[in-house]
């Protein structure tokens, strides 16, 4: 069971409670008036990397069943073409 300090564990470098308080002060005091306009570009540079990697998934499966239907098409085919010149 994790206790509450320990909040994150990043590759074994763990954050706790205290960490993650300094890290807000000093983004509040470096960046002040600037900070929601950093958040807001960074979530939108977030979401636009995650709709193009959800677009190279849904390219990638519809490769792999085009080319399980074409080698299904192939094979059946190819079958019929055995029966022709057998019958």
Do not use: C, W
């Not at 509450?4 to 590759?11: E, F, G, P, R, V």
């Not at 570009?41 to 990697?53: D, I, S, T």
Request: glycine share 6%; proline share 1%.
């Amino acid at each position: 069971m994790t206790n509450l300090y320990n909040i994150a564990n990043l590759d074994g470098m763990n954050i706790g409670t205290f960490e993650l308080i300094l890290i807000v002060v000093l983004a509040i005091i470096l960046y002040g008036k600037r900070l929601p306009e950093i958040t807001r570009a960074l979530g939108k540079g977030y979401q636009e990397f995650r709709k193009n990697v959800d677009n190279v998934k849904n390219d990638f499966q519809k490769q792999v069943e085009d080319s399980h239907s074409t080698s299904i098409q192939s094979e059946t085919d190819s079958k019929n073409q055995d029966k022709n010149l057998a019958g």
